[in-house]
């Protein structure tokens, strides 16, 4: 994603040295401008957490809750988020905008152990809480390096916007929907619109010795109405490619992760 943005004709990069002039040291500088500058957006990959190591220290903690088992594994996504949140806030000040929208896009780039699940999650517990997150409209959560199973076997990489129920959250989603598209577009990916996603379950396991074993995740999605006029034609359009990305405009709060 961070590619595509960066020669996206509807982004301006803030990274350019063309900017340095309006960030002095010591205040935060977001990724991108987008859309005419409608948007501020901050670009956060998460690839560093060392999750073998956390599941077995937590491994050996007793009586370990959910909540402080979600705390110590998403402290790293959750410090991220809090610093792009930052970085969107002086983005605004340093440039005079300070009624754009603020976008934080969180891709996943650990194989096997963590996946958009763990994202969605994580942006939950931190954007519902009062003082969370208060400069970002919305969070979109990436992952393009682990995919799921399909209903029909094909694989599925999940996008999932989330948001609290604003109308800017609702304006921002109508631009991630284009957004989506272009890069779908782009990436030559083929996409479906308006999946919803029902629940959402990971586990990540050891053996008795707490030595950590692996993760496993698993989506329950549903797919929208379609009309029966056009499901042979849609079925067609999607017929013999092997994968496809669900971006989900608005939050669903309903899902639970185990």
């Not at 629940?199 to 029966?228: C, H, I, L, M, N």
């Amino acid at each position: 994603m961070r590619e595509f943005l960066e020669t996206y004709n509807q982004a301006i990069n803030l990274d350019d040295e063309s900017h340095n002039k309006y960030f002095p040291q010591g205040r935060g500088r977001s990724d991108f401008l987008l859309f005419d500058s409608q948007v501020v957006c901050e670009f956060k990959e998460i690839q560093n957490i060392q999750i073998p190591n956390k599941v077995e220290k937590l491994s050996k903690k007793e009586n370990i809750s959910e909540q402080n088992l979600k705390r110590d594994l998403y402290n790293s996504i959750e410090n991220a988020l809090s610093k792009a949140n930052k970085q969107i806030q002086d983005t605004k000040i340093a440039l005079n905008l300070p009624d754009a929208l603020g976008l934080i896009i969180l891709e996943n780039q650990i194989v096997n152990d963590l996946s958009v699940l763990s994202l969605i999650d994580a942006v939950n517990r931190k954007i519902m809480v009062p003082e969370g997150l208060i400069y970002t409209d919305c969070v979109l959560c990436l992952d393009f390096v682990n995919t799921f199973s399909g209903a029909d076997s094909k694989s599925v990489r999940p996008a999932q916007t989330v948001s609290r129920d604003t109308v800017s959250a609702a304006k921002l989603s109508n631009f991630l929907s284009q957004l989506m598209k272009e890069f779908c577009e782009y990436s030559e990916t083929p996409l479906l619109e308006d999946w919803v996603i029902e629940k959402g379950d990971q586990d990540w396991f050891t053996d008795v010795s707490g030595k950590y074993r692996s993760y496993a995740a698993k989506v329950d999605y549903k797919s929208p109405d379609v009309k029966e006029d056009n499901w042979i034609q849609r079925l067609t359009q999607f017929l013999n490619r092997w994968w496809w990305v669900i971006p989900l405009p608005f939050i669903c709060y309903d899902w639970f992760i185990r």
